[in-house]
């Protein structure tokens, strides 16, 4: 509908969508906003996955770069735009629910080092935005 189209966003504060709330632990809070993104960017993905399929998207490209995916041995591997966006999705859903990393019961702690987490999925970014040289 054409109605829907012009509906938007109000403006809104984002600081205040994203600051801490009180008497909440801050790895809880890190840990419940990671698996929130990463299953609202899931969600969003399968609204379009339709229009990017095999066919109509052989590579994963943006900007003249195209996107490769590399594997737990470095390997480069050349994949359709939905296989990658697979390859990228699947890993972080296997981050997001390891019980090491993620812990879901009671009274577990937190012993993961954000950065670190953070830094591994910037990674998956990284390597595909800048891939390695051939000579």
Not at 18 to 24: F, G, M, S
Not at 32 to 46: G, P
Not at 81 to 88: E, G, I, K, N, S
Not at 104 to 118: A, I, R, S, V
């Amino acid at each position: 509908d054409a109605e829907h189209t012009k509906v938007r966003v109000v403006d809104f504060d984002l600081k205040e969508l994203v600051v801490l709330p009180r008497e909440i632990d801050l790895n809880e809070w890190l840990a419940c906003s990671t698996t929130t993104f990463f299953n609202l960017i899931n969600l969003q993905y399968s609204t379009i996955s339709e229009f990017c399929t095999g066919d109509t998207c052989p590579a994963m490209t943006a900007c003249n770069t195209t996107y490769f995916w590399y594997d737990e041995k470095g390997k480069k591997t050349k994949c359709t735009a939905p296989q990658y966006v697979d390859f990228v999705m699947s890993s972080v859903q296997k981050l997001v629910t390891d019980e090491d990393i993620f812990p879901t019961k009671y009274g577990e702690t937190h012993c993961l080092q954000w950065k670190h987490f953070m830094m591994l999925l910037f990674s998956f970014n990284v390597k595909s935005k800048f891939p390695k040289k051939n000579k």
